[in-house]
T-cell receptor
Framework: DAGVTQSPTHLIKTRGQQVTLRCSPKSGHDTVSWYQQALGQGPQFIFQYYEEEERQRGNFPDRFSGHQFPNYSSELNVNALLLGDSALYLC?????????????FGPGTRLTVL | GDSVTQMEGPVTLSEEAFLTINCTYTATGYPSLFWYVQYPGEGLQLLLKATKADDKGSNKGFEATYRKETTSFHLEKGSVQVSDSAVYFCALSEYNNNDMRFGAGTRLTVKP
């Protein structure tokens, strides 16, 4: 079982650019969540995708958008990058079915905005 | 809204010392509680969980008990090892709510 995989591992962008991060969920999982982890902080929920639609969203601006594909993989897009977007972006997957969702995390993508 | 407060770090211990990392929470419903661990350069790994009051989660010598009366979920280990050095996150998840809330994390360093 490959677990949750993310690409790329590291990324450097400049202010104003756009970035796309990718995630493949753990086998058997159909729900993908994205989190932003700033340095020295805990992860913060960005949004969750299920059945190719955004199911729930945290307190992040519209510059953050996503997509889920029929194979359950997902992308996170961030437009008009700001210096404050520099962070570790974590993808987490879980099975559907509601309840208390235990989430399995990927290794993350480290985004640096210069 | 829901939130998690963790004991501030960093925490530095000698090998074989006893570990406690405090975690308290505020929740509107009946959350499940989690401890995640993050090793340097890696993502989060689930360490243990508890889904209802008085449940005890345990794994790899770590334990935490869900205390509803004190809204706490303190992490303990009787004898830490150098390999336990990592950042530990307490988290909660409400029923049918996908927004998992994390504490700020506590960095543990264990010295030989």
């Amino acid at each position: 079982d490959a677990g949750v995989t993310q690409s790329p591992t590291h990324l450097i962008k400049t202010r104003g650019q756009q970035v796309t991060l990718r995630c493949s969920p753990k086998s058997g999982h159909d729900t993908v969540s994205w989190y932003q982890q700033a340095l020295g902080q805990g992860p913060q929920f960005i949004f969750q995708y299920y059945e190719e639609e955004e199911r729930q969203r945290g307190n992040f601006p519209d510059r953050f958008s996503g997509h889920q594909f029929p194979n359950y993989s997902s992308e996170l897009n961030v437009n008009a990058l700001l210096l404050g977007d520099s962070a570790l972006y974590l993808c987490a997957s879980s099975p559907s079915g509601g309840g208390w969702n235990e989430q399995f995390f990927g290794p993350g993508t480290r985004l640096t905005v210069l | 809204g829901d939130s998690v407060t963790q004991m501030e770090g960093p925490v530095t211990l000698s090998e074989e010392a006893f570990l406690t990392i405090n975690c308290t929470y505020t929740a509107t419903g009946y959350p499940s509680l989690f401890w995640y661990v993050q090793y340097p350069g890696e993502g989060l790994q689930l360490l243990l969980k508890a889904t209802k009051a008085d449940d005890k989660g345990s794994n790899k010598g770590f334990e935490a008990t869900y205390r509803k009366e004190t809204t706490s979920f303190h992490l303990e280990k009787g004898s830490v090892q150098v390999s336990d050095s990592a950042v530990y996150f307490c988290a909660l998840s409400e029923y049918n709510n996908n927004d998992m809330r994390f504490g700020a994390g506590t960095r543990l360093t264990v010295k030989p």
